[in-house]
């Protein structure tokens, strides 16, 4: 017998959070799980309260509390794999969807609050019940891009968890001396992470330490945007951030991709020895053409360091076509970098969720009701083919998306007719 069991973590409002748990009481019938079995799972108070063999969880049942009874609402999913939720861990809240946009981007608080908005909920649309949104602060934008995403943040309440990295352009020298007020003052207006890309800045190791210094005197986690194309100042940051809590996460990394193998080993050790994180980008980057590529993720599993995956830009001037899709990423991870396609999830759900500092999700009884129902019944067809899914956030389902595939007779030549693909199967 083992020594210990995983226990599941205790009720809380996740960091970023705006709402109640969520709905008295859901049923999820029928779903498949990753080990094969086939389950039913009943949900109350933004939590899992059970999971058990299908038709053991009576759907009629009622809940008696202290001042109510209440009936289960019942919700299908035959022909569904349930999964954790994902999240996204690095997205670009104040950019997104302005591709299109003629002239310059517009940073009119409305339009960056309506882009926000518009972004988190094609993510939640897709799984992502929790965004994580780095927003530029100061120069020309003042605290205004991020003000407007803090809105969105409210406006989202119950539907999802977005929360905002305040990035700032320079915090070295005397141009950087207004960066650093700025950057200060984004904390207590609201944002939960300090972050921002000491590659642009003169000095790049002073610019981390007064990030981390902001970070430790406000408690907040890091999340630098670094290429990491040079390991000396990998390994500088990594000495600096050893020990601080809660964390630091740095990404997309894809210069780390370009180190001869063994200098790019020994600095994967560093920054797993330090506890940093690396969100890399499968979908592509978010700086431009010029800066593609992905972290090398089987190197830095290998380390021992945490990986977690994001799409970074949604269809902004860096990438006009990005999708924000959490499984297409992960289907890139496993089809493109040979990850298993296990370890290829967690990093889009598990992993991701740790970066935000989010609880563990499993499905399993106590744990938080953030789940992701895919159309299949194995996590490689739903890597693969995932257009139909059911999103629920905090016990409650938030997003629908129903694909129905039909195949039309091309002649009448009196052979079996071609399959249908419809609400009852694959889609």
Do not use: K
Request: hydrophobic share 40%.
């Amino acid at each position: 017998m083992p020594d210990s069991q995983p226990q599941p973590p205790p009720p809380s409002n996740p960091p970023g959070s705006s709402g109640p748990s969520g709905p008295a009481a859901l049923l999820l019938c029928g779903a498949r799980l990753t080990d094969g079995r086939t389950v039913d799972v009943r949900l109350g108070d933004g939590r899992i309260e059970a999971v058990g063999t299908a038709g053991s969880l009576a759907p009629g049942a009622a809940r008696t509390g202290v001042t109510r009874v209440e009936r289960v609402e019942r919700v299908d999913l035959s022909g569904y794999l349930l999964l954790p939720a994902p999240a996204e861990p690095h997205a670009h809240g104040d950019t997104a969807l302005s591709a299109e946009q003629p002239g310059p981007v517009s940073y009119a608080p409305e339009d960056v609050q309506r882009r926000a908005t518009e972004a988190a909920l094609l993510h939640l649309g897709l799984g992502a019940t929790a965004v994580r949104a780095h927003v530029r602060v100061g120069d020309v934008r003042g605290l205004g891009a991020l003000g407007a995403v803090l809105r969105a943040r409210r406006s989202l309440r119950g539907l999802a968890d977005l929360t905002a990295v305040a990035m700032p352009r320079l915090l070295t020298g005397v141009a950087g001396a207004d960066g650093l007020a700025m950057l200060r003052d984004a904390v207590r207006m609201g944002a939960s992470v300090v972050g921002g890309c000491p590659d642009l800045d003169p000095d790049p190791a002073g610019y981390v330490e007064a990030v981390l210094e902001v970070a430790s005197e406000h408690g907040c986690p890091v999340d630098l945007h670094t290429d990491a194309a040079d390991p000396a100042r990998l390994s500088r940051l990594a000495a600096m951030a050893g020990g601080l809590r809660p964390g630091v996460t740095i990404g997309p990394c894809a210069g780390f991709a370009r180190l001869p193998a063994q200098l790019a080993s020994r600095t994967a050790d560093r920054l797993a020895a330090a506890g940093v994180t690396v969100v890399c980008l499968p979908q592509g980057g978010c700086d431009g053409a010029g800066r593609r590529g992905t972290a090398p993720v089987r190197l830095l599993r290998a380390a021992g360091v945490r990986v977690a995956a994001g799409s970074g830009a949604l269809r902004d001037v860096s990438n006009p076509v990005g999708r924000g899709d959490p499984l297409e990423a992960a289907y890139l991870l496993a089809s493109v970098h040979g990850v298993r396609p296990e370890d290829a999830y967690d990093a889009v759900s598990g992993s991701a969720r740790a970066v935000l500092g989010l609880p563990e999700v499993r499905v399993e009884a106590g744990f938080p009701a953030e789940l992701l129902a895919v159309r299949g019944d194995r996590l490689t067809g739903a890597l693969s083919l995932a257009y139909s899914r059911i999103v629920v956030h905090r016990g409650r389902v938030v997003a629908r998306t129903s694909a129905v595939r039909e195949y039309c007779h091309a002649t009448g030549t009196g052979e079996p007719g071609l399959p249908r693909q419809g609400r009852g199967e694959l889609s």
